[in-house]
């Protein structure tokens, strides 16, 4: 099992620019979440998906992040325009159905300058 | 000005030594408990886990206590190796209507000296 898939592993970008990270989920898995760990607040949910629709998106940071999952094998992260303090490492987790578990992928360290 | 970080508490051992890592959780509701391992430049990775039915679950070298009545979780691990070195999540695990939803605490650091 190639485990969650996550791009780019590292993103550097100037402030204002679009940024976009990417999710494979684990084939069969039908929770999807978004993370972002920080030194500063820790591992932090920013949004969940069950069955491709988003459940709960409260932890979205503000408007500037919007995240998609257009079918079972691929979600994607947005933020634009990007600022510096949306610098972090962005984790992409996925789990079967009614269990807590969650896989995490390897993460994507983002930059923004 | 330059930020504080988030201070992660740290558990230095002796190669060889029992490690024990704490963990205070929040919702007396949680019935489910996760403890994860994160290396340095990975995910976290799942170590073990326990239900609220149970009050400790014993692997080979990992064994986990859960006290619910006063809403404590530790993680022991016997004869500490240096690759144990990582900072160790609990998670906590609630149902609600949408499903699951798993809450993360600050973690703690453990260093294995050699």
């Known amino acids: 099992d190639a485990g969650v898939i996550q791009s780019p592993r590292h993103e550097v970008t100037e402030m204002g620019q679009e940024v976009t990270l990417r999710c494979k989920p684990i084939?069969?898995?039908?929770?999807l979440f978004w993370y972002r760990q920080t030194m500063m607040r820790g591992l932090e949910l920013l949004i969940y998906f069950n069955n491709n629709v988003p459940i709960d998106d409260s932890g979205m940071p503000e408007d500037r992040f919007s995240a998609k999952m257009p079918n079972a094998s691929f979600s994607t992260l947005k933020i634009q325009p990007s600022e510096p303090r949306d610098s972090a490492v962005y984790f992409c987790?996925?789990?079967?159905?009614?269990?807590?578990?969650?896989?995490f992928g390897e993460g994507s360290r983002l930059t923004v300058l | 000005g330059e930020s504080v970080g988030l201070h992660l508490p740290t558990l230095s051992v002796q190669e060889g030594d029992n490690s024990i890592i704490n963990c205070a959780y929040s919702?007396?509701?949680?019935?489910?408990f996760i403890w994860y391992k994160q290396e340095s430049g990975k995910g976290p990775q799942f170590i073990t886990d326990i239900r609220s039915n149970m009050d400790k679950r014993q692997g080979q070298r990992v064994t986990v206590l859960l006290n619910k009545t006063v809403k404590h979780l530790s993680l022991q691990i016997a004869a500490t190796q240096p690759g144990d070195s990582a900072v160790y999540f609990c998670a906590e695990n609630m149902e609600y209507n949408a499903g699951n939803m798993l809450t993360f605490g600050g973690g703690t650091r453990l260093m294995v000296k050699p």
């Open positions: 084939s069969g898995h039908n929770s």
């Open positions: 987790a996925s789990s079967p159905t009614n269990t807590g578990e969650l896989f």
């Open positions: 919702n007396s509701a949680s019935d489910y």
